[in-house]
């Protein structure tokens, strides 16, 4: 062992021998017990990362036989590097379709499932995306004019080679002309959430540009949000100022536009020179058109001569229209080699927010029950009529933008999988880049992924997001992509504590990312994996010794994916749109205990009764309070741990826990009644009445008294 560490640090790689050999000792003694017991379906998967060098054979082989010699289970092939890079393959070129079927064979001869990503880079787009099936928003265009006849250009303002317009509008100006103030975003093509989803760290935000800007006419507060156009939650108003923010809102509040004086004028618009001519009454008019274009976002991070265009996430046809011209042609090359494929990997959505589509009308028409037409102005911020009749529009279009993405776009792709016999797991979107219902979009695809980067020290609520999901709607495996951006600094204790706090967060599959290829047979120490360092390689040099670190997953991730889930408590947030765990916004009241958080489609599943909630597949809540910490069903827990990482399931009577002391102190758990306290690692049974989980350490428990009725002191 003591090779594979660097001399000249022998202080800090004590401790890792000390863990390693610990680890080692535990699994040689297991191992002899038969007591351990690894299903190699639990192991964890690596998405293996091509593109950043050239692809040799000699490299997958050793890529692929050091991940197996490491212990893990699978590998996602995945066409992803950040840079240039000249000696890269161009797709669909016979070197490149040589590298992939190489890979997937030299997988098949070592036992490693093999996958691929769902297109080249992410996420979902490339050459064959045109404009036309383009991720799309709802922009608008707008002119003052006077009154009588008109003739005026209402250009877009970015022509990006396709535009539908959806209405244009005349609206008449106060005779006394007033300045309204409002507080807009700087730009919302690329809109992302400015809230912070880390547990334990800075509960602040990302900051995201704000505006003053004075407008003629009255607008809806935070239009651009309510609309669409970014993703945002209401605590990104704490970055106006609160004096400048009240003014606006109680301005605003009692402000509409009649609709009296707005005139729809769309029967004179000329689509090709984008020019109205109409004939208005006496006064000031504001002019409003109303168009569908491209956002003109796209694939990055891919094989440079194959990016384009991201499609578009609300229509099934541009979801087909990549899979026709990415995925299925892969698929077919290896069926047609005779080489495995067991599934499909979808990465998480970052190309900005998409708030419209060709058939939106019709669509939410059908779903919500009502035209949006006479409402239209306000997804420019403009309210006609009633403001509350404009809230509640603008709420039917975030929650009709979440169902066609769900099921359009995840659906379509988890659909089209199905026919191929191959699993789908993706990383639905959850409000963070596009307008999102983190546990609905999860619905429609057959393994949810959630993901925690390396630095995240706390862990990341995307992870509860994902077992949240797959707990509610009755699936067996919530994934997490693990791991992300690791460099080769961190040390396996650091790496065991970011996973064993995903497994905490409810996660029983992982998945790094990322693995990168190397070329070299021989490649050194710490390779060169280009502008991104991916440190988890075999170039690291604790690789050899890692193998107990990755057993230990396996065993950790097949011990949760036993009996079925037990948590004690269940976070109901409500209709709003956007929807996501926040740190910041989990109520007190289930502080502590295990809890799951749900969303309107969820929980819409539950059976209720006086005593809990329950799934149709027989998980229970008892406890079950809403986002301000009122209780909907069940009593509040006379005794709560202190601890903020836990999960537990239930299997044979017996609850299996697994707990996360992330505190700076010793944590002892006090049993309410003498409790056989069980080892899973040894198997051995004692009695106690008391058990100590020292700082910052994370353990398994099983016990046949439940955990909720243990508490906890702080020693």
């Known amino acids: 062992m003591g090779a594979c560490f660097h001399p000249e640090r022998p202080k800090r790689y004590e401790g890792v021998k000390k863990i390693f050999a610990?680890?080692?000792?535990?699994?040689?003694?297991?191992?002899?017990?038969?007591?351990?017991?690894?299903?190699?379906?639990?192991?964890?998967?690596?998405?293996?990362?091509?593109?950043?060098?050239?692809?040799?054979?000699?490299?997958?082989?050793?890529?692929?036989?050091?991940?197996?010699?490491?212990?893990?289970?699978?590998?996602?092939?995945?066409?992803?590097?950040?840079?240039?890079?000249?000696?890269?393959?161009?797709?669909?070129?016979?070197?490149?379709?040589?590298?992939?079927?190489?890979?997937?064979?030299?997988?098949?001869?070592?036992?490693?499932?093999?996958?691929?990503?769902?297109g080249n880079g992410y996420v979902a787009g490339g050459p064959w995306i045109d404009p036309a099936h383009a991720m799309k928003i709802l922009d608008s265009v707008e002119r003052d004019t006077d009154g009588g006849r008109v003739r005026l250009s209402l250009p877009v303002k970015k022509n990006r080679g396709w535009a539908k317009t959806v209405g244009v509008w005349a609206i008449r100006l106060p005779e006394i002309p007033e300045t309204f103030v409002d507080w807009e975003y700087a730009g919302h093509e690329k809109g992302y959430a400015s809230t912070m989803q880390h547990p334990g760290g800075m509960y602040g935000y990302r900051a995201r540009g704000f505006k003053c800007v004075t407008n003629s006419l009255p607008k809806i507060a935070q239009w651009q949000a309510k609309a669409g156009l970014v993703v945002d939650f209401p605590e990104s108003r704490k970055e106006i100022p609160q004096e400048s923010l009240d003014i606006a809102e109680n301005h605003l509040s009692a402000k509409t536009i009649s609709p009296a004086d707005v005139i729809e004028i769309s029967g004179g618009f000329d689509e090709k020179d984008e020019r109205v001519e109409c004939e208005l009454p006496p006064g000031r008019w504001k002019l409003l058109r109303l168009v569908c274009v491209p956002t003109g976002a796209r694939t990055k991070h891919g094989r440079h001569d194959a990016m384009g265009l991201e499609c578009?996430?609300?229509?099934?046809?541009?979801?087909?229209?990549?899979?026709?011209?990415?995925?299925?042609?892969?698929?077919?090359?290896?069926?047609?080699?005779?080489?495995?494929?067991?599934?499909?990997?979808?990465?998480?959505?970052?190309?900005?927010?998409?708030?419209?589509?060709?058939?939106?009308?019709?669509?939410?028409?059908?779903?919500?029950?009502?035209?949006?037409?006479?409402?239209?102005?306000?997804?420019?911020?403009?309210?006609?009529?009633?403001?509350?009749?404009?809230?509640?529009?603008?709420?039917?279009?975030?929650?009709?933008?979440?169902?066609?993405?769900?099921?359009r776009y995840y659906g379509e792709f988890d659909r089209l999988c199905r026919e191929e016999g191959l699993d789908f797991?993706?990383?639905?979107?959850?409000?963070?880049?596009?307008?999102?219902?983190?546990?609905?979009?999860?619905?429609?695809?057959?393994?949810?992924?959630?993901?925690?980067?390396?630095?995240?020290?706390?862990?990341?609520?995307?992870?509860?997001?994902?077992?949240?999901?797959?707990?509610?709607?009755?699936?067996?495996?919530?994934?997490?992509?693990?791991?992300?951006?690791?460099?080769y600094r961190m040390q396996i204790p650091e790496l065991r504590r970011r996973?064993?706090?995903?497994?905490?967060?409810?996660?029983?599959?992982?998945?790094?990312?990322?693995?990168?290829?190397?070329?070299?047979?021989?490649?050194?120490?710490?390779?060169?994996?280009?502008?991104?360092?991916?440190?988890?390689?075999?170039?690291?040099?604790?690789?050899?010794?890692?193998?107990?670190?990755?057993?230990?997953?396996?065993?950790?991730?097949?011990?949760?994916?036993?009996?079925?889930?037990?948590?004690?408590?269940?976070?109901?947030?409500?209709?709003?749109?956007?929807?996501?765990?926040?740190?910041?916004?989990?109520?007190?009241?289930?502080?502590?205990?295990?809890?799951?958080?749900?969303?309107?489609?969820?929980?819409?599943?539950?059976?209720?009764?006086?005593e809990a909630w329950t799934t149709?597949?027989?998980?229970?809540?008892?406890?079950?309070?809403?986002?301000?910490?009122?209780?909907?069903?069940?009593?509040?827990?006379?005794?709560?741990?202190?601890?903020?990482?836990?999960?537990r399931i239930l299997d044979n009577g017996n609850f299996l826990a697994f707990i996360a002391n992330d505190t700076a102190a010793p944590v002892t758990l006090k049993f309410a009644h003498e409790a056989y306290l069980t080892d899973p690692w040894t198997r051995q049974r004692k009695m106690l009445r008391e058990w100590t989980i020292p700082a910052g350490e994370s353990v398994f428990a099983e016990t046949d008294c439940p955990i909720a009725e243990a508490m906890a002191d702080e020693l």
């Open 499 to 610: 996973t064993d706090l995903a497994f905490a967060f409810g996660a029983n599959a992982l998945t790094v990312c990322a693995v990168p290829h190397l070329p070299e047979k021989n490649c050194g120490e710490k390779a060169n994996t280009g502008p991104r360092e991916y440190g988890i390689n075999r170039s690291n040099p604790w690789w050899e010794s890692s193998r107990p670190f990755w057993d230990y997953q396996a065993f950790a991730a097949g011990q949760l994916r036993r009996g079925h889930p037990a948590p004690e408590a269940l976070w109901f947030a409500g209709e709003e749109i956007p929807a996501k765990i926040l740190a910041h916004r989990v109520p007190d009241a289930i502080r502590g205990l295990d809890w799951d958080f749900a969303t309107l489609d969820a929980a819409n599943r539950l059976k209720k009764s006086t």
């Open 22 to 118: 610990g680890m080692l000792a535990v699994a040689t003694v297991l191992g002899e017990a038969e007591t351990l017991t690894i299903n190699d379906e639990c192991r964890t998967k690596a998405w293996w990362f091509f593109g950043q060098t050239e692809t040799t054979h000699e490299g997958i082989t050793q890529d692929a036989e050091a991940m197996k010699r490491a212990g893990f289970g699978g590998v996602v092939y995945y066409d992803q590097y950040h840079g240039e890079n000249p000696s890269a393959d161009a797709l669909w070129s016979e070197k490149w379709w040589d590298g992939i079927e190489f890979a997937a064979a030299e997988a098949a001869r070592l036992g490693l499932s093999f996958e691929m990503a769902v």
């Open 312 to 407: 578009d996430k609300m229509s099934a046809d541009a979801a087909r229209l990549h899979w026709d011209n990415y995925t299925a042609p892969i698929i077919r090359r290896l069926k047609a080699k005779n080489l495995p494929l067991k599934g499909i990997t979808m990465d998480s959505h970052e190309a900005g927010v998409q708030n419209w589509t060709d058939d939106f009308p019709e669509e939410f028409r059908r779903r919500r029950g009502y035209d949006v037409r006479k409402f239209l102005p306000a997804m420019a911020g403009y309210a006609v009529g009633s403001l509350e009749e404009n809230e509640c529009f603008l709420s039917d279009v975030r929650r009709t933008i979440v169902e066609l993405i769900a099921q």
């Open 616 to 647: 149709p597949e027989g998980i229970r809540y008892p406890y079950v309070v809403d986002g301000m910490g009122k209780t909907l069903a069940g009593r509040s827990p006379a005794k709560r741990l202190s601890l903020p990482h836990i999960s």
């Open 425 to 487: 797991t993706a990383q639905t979107g959850g409000g963070m880049f596009m307008m999102g219902d983190v546990i609905h979009t999860k619905k429609f695809v057959r393994i949810p992924e959630g993901e925690f980067w390396a630095y995240q020290q706390f862990g990341a609520y995307d992870v509860k997001d994902c077992s949240s999901a797959a707990h509610l709607y009755g699936k067996k495996i919530a994934s997490a992509e693990a791991l992300t951006d690791a460099p």
